[in-house]
């Protein structure tokens, strides 16, 4: 092997930020060398978790402080694999803390934690969570927090083909959410199911998913949005989100619980298209199903919506709307109350009747849409 072949590999390992050289892979079975992988491991290296249950004791979370470290279930099987702490009103602040760039968790669940599940540090680039379960957090079960000190944002990160609920069916107070990021660029939520994310009293719980604090370029697709108070979010007063993309989500509410409110929210949130989703409230209890809120939403497209309740302009909000339908009936879809929104039947004015809107190549399913005319309204497209 020549000179320059065998040193190849590690200079073009330093050029992509990934150390290939001497990445390695680190198996353990209990806590105490999970804490000690998480304190030794080098960049690019993955510590792999065999099946079982893994305690946290004392305050503080598993941290993270590795760039582009990745965590995972050995197994890919994200049930078999648990991390818990001490009770939602326990001594264990979070699951994980990452303050490093470029750091995966996936394949394991997360519960019984009194903050969140995940949290990340400000500025924070590239973090991926990835078919996770985080369950029964005393707040966000995931955060992204800022500060008025930090200029650059968190960028880049996907959370995808998780699940986040509470299994009793109701939060253990309001101050909770799911994904819950405060100034984050070029973020992507897909694919996630969210579940009775509900406030017990004293006030509304935050959205199932909420960009915020100059947020920008969010894509929020093909999610799953279940007995949640709100389901998605951007923007919050006058906490702007820039620009963005929500399409092809689920959102279901059966009215139950104390705060059932609106499907999705933009609150100073302008140059977003919310387009293609699928919004069906089982209640007379909220008169809404999208906003669109406050002088500094501009510039907002609204396009083949599929509702049964109205889609409304609140505090001087402006949006063009483009061929929605908000008279949905429950025999529409196939099993409304678990979440499942595909059309049943073929339904006038829904199949076929969407505006032509580029970019759609795809619904929930990832099923592919017709160039042009023909798309129908709403996340699923029927077959």
Known sequence: MGVMQKWLPMILGV?????????????????????????????????????????ISGRFALQVKTENLTVRGKSGNRDAVVIEGAGMRGNVNHGFFVSAHGVTIRDLTIRRVANHGVQTHVNIDRFRLANCVIRDTYEQLFKVPFSDQVPDPS?????????????????????????????GRNWIIRNNTFRNLRSPGGSIAEHAIHFWSNSEGTLVEGNVIVDCDRGIGFGMGDSRHQAGIIRNNFIYHSGSGKFPDVGIVLESSPDTI??????????????????????????????????????????????????????????????????????????PRVVDAGFPFGG????????????????????????
């Open 274 to 347: 919310v387009v293609n989703n699928t919004i069906f409230f089982d209640h007379n209890r909220y008169p809404h199903a999208i906003e669109y809120r406050f002088p500094g939403t501009r510039g907002v497209l609204i396009v083949n919506n599929l509702t049964n309740r109205r889609i409304a302009s609140r505090d001087g909000g402006k949006a063009r709307l483009m061929g929605n339908h908000t008279a949905a009936r429950k025999d529409f879809f196939v099993d409304p109350a678990n979440g499942d929104l595909h059309l049943s039947q073929t339904i």
């Open 15 to 55: 050029l992509l930020g990934v150390n290939s050289v001497s990445a390695a892979s680190i198996s353990v079975d209990n806590i105490g060398k999970l804490n000690r992988a998480l304190k030794s491991a080098g960049r690019g290296d993955t510590i792999l978790l065999a099946d079982g249950i893994y305690r």
């Open 360 to 383: 759609m190549d795809g619904d929930i399913d990832g099923e592919r849409r017709p160039k042009g005319d023909g798309i129908d309204i709403g996340a699923d497209e029927y077959h």
């Open 155 to 183: 960028e880049d990160g996907i959370v995808e083909n998780c699940l986040f609920e509470y299994s009793s069916g109701t939060a253990p107070n309001y101050y909770t959410g799911g994904v819950d990021v405060h100034h």
